[in-house]
């Protein structure tokens, strides 16, 4: 995997979003898309939810980094993305848990049941293997969920940290995924990147 070493520890780079006093780090060797390459692929993902004021950053460990592996899967090398979203009043009084888990992909029972009903079959294959709730400091919490789905063909294992601030006014996402193949091999450098979201100093 890009940014591992034969002999040791990889080394890491920290990415920042000073205003909202958020960070995270990845290997070194990953290298980063710029918000120019972002921008696109974000808004024809989520539209209007990335107003003003959103921050957004994402790193490919693969040879060939595409800012549309953002939202592709069976991905051979890790991808990760962040995400700092302010939040309207009507968003910040309905967030909830389950709004967390479900912010990028269906996840929960009944979000994955609505997304069926509504007749949205590219999504298969669903098996969770983690569901996390988090507390942090200063009224930090949220949740970690690890799950894999297939889509048009490809199955890729994601992992996901989705947090919100005490008065939940902001919402703060992390997600790194690709094929479980790649996710085995490049678990240590996963959970030291998902472990490293730290909102606040």
Same mark, same amino acid.
């Given at each position: 995997?890009?940014?591992?070493?034969?002999?040791?520890?990889?080394?890491?780079?920290?990415?920042?979003?000073?205003? @909202?006093?958020?960070?995270? !780090?990845?290997?070194? &060797? $990953?290298?980063?898309?710029?918000?120019?390459?972002? %921008?696109?692929?974000?808004?024809?993902?989520?539209?209007?939810?990335? &107003?003003?004021?959103? $921050?957004?950053?994402?790193? +490919?460990?693969?040879? !060939?980094?595409? #800012?549309?592996?953002?939202?592709? =899967?069976?991905?051979?090398?890790?991808?990760?993305?962040?995400? *700092?979203?302010?939040?309207?009043?009507?968003?910040? @009084?309905?967030? /909830?848990? +389950? &709004?967390?888990?479900?912010? $990028?992909?269906?996840?929960? /029972?009944?979000?994955?049941?609505?997304?069926?009903? %509504?007749?949205?079959?590219?999504? /298969?294959?669903?098996?969770?293997?983690?569901?996390?709730?988090?507390?942090? !400091?200063?009224?930090?919490?949220? *949740?970690?969920?690890? =799950?894999?789905?297939?889509?048009?063909?490809?199955?890729? *294992? $994601?992992?996901?940290?989705?947090?919100? @601030?005490? +008065?939940?006014?902001?919402?703060?996402?992390?997600?790194?995924?690709?094929?479980?193949?790649?996710?085995?091999? @490049?678990?240590? #450098?996963?959970?030291?990147?998902?472990? /490293?979201?730290?909102?606040?100093?």
């Amino acid at each position: 995997m890009a940014g591992l070493s034969a002999c040791g520890a990889p080394s890491y780079t920290y990415v920042a979003d000073s205003p @909202n006093n958020t960070y995270y !780090k990845v290997p070194t &060797g $990953w290298d980063p898309l710029s918000r120019t390459a972002l %921008s696109p692929v974000i808004s024809a993902q989520l539209g209007t939810l990335y &107003g003003s004021g959103t $921050w957004y950053t994402a790193y +490919d460990a693969n040879p !060939k980094p595409s #800012a549309a592996d953002f939202v592709s =899967f069976d991905l051979s090398e890790p991808f990760v993305a962040a995400e *700092v979203i302010p939040l309207s009043t009507t968003a910040s @009084n309905a967030l /909830s848990y +389950d &709004g967390l888990r479900n912010f $990028w992909l269906p996840v929960t /029972s009944t979000a994955r049941q609505t997304d069926a009903e %509504s007749g949205d079959t590219s999504l /298969s294959n669903f098996m969770q293997f983690r569901d996390d709730t988090i507390t942090a !400091k200063d009224g930090v919490h949220g *949740v970690r969920e690890t =799950f894999q789905y297939t889509y048009q063909g490809g199955t890729d *294992v $994601w992992d996901e940290e989705a947090l919100t @601030n005490a +008065d939940q006014t902001v919402l703060y996402f992390l997600a790194a995924h690709c094929t479980d193949e790649c996710y085995t091999q @490049n678990i240590n #450098a996963i959970n030291t990147v998902m472990s /490293s979201f730290t909102i606040g100093s």
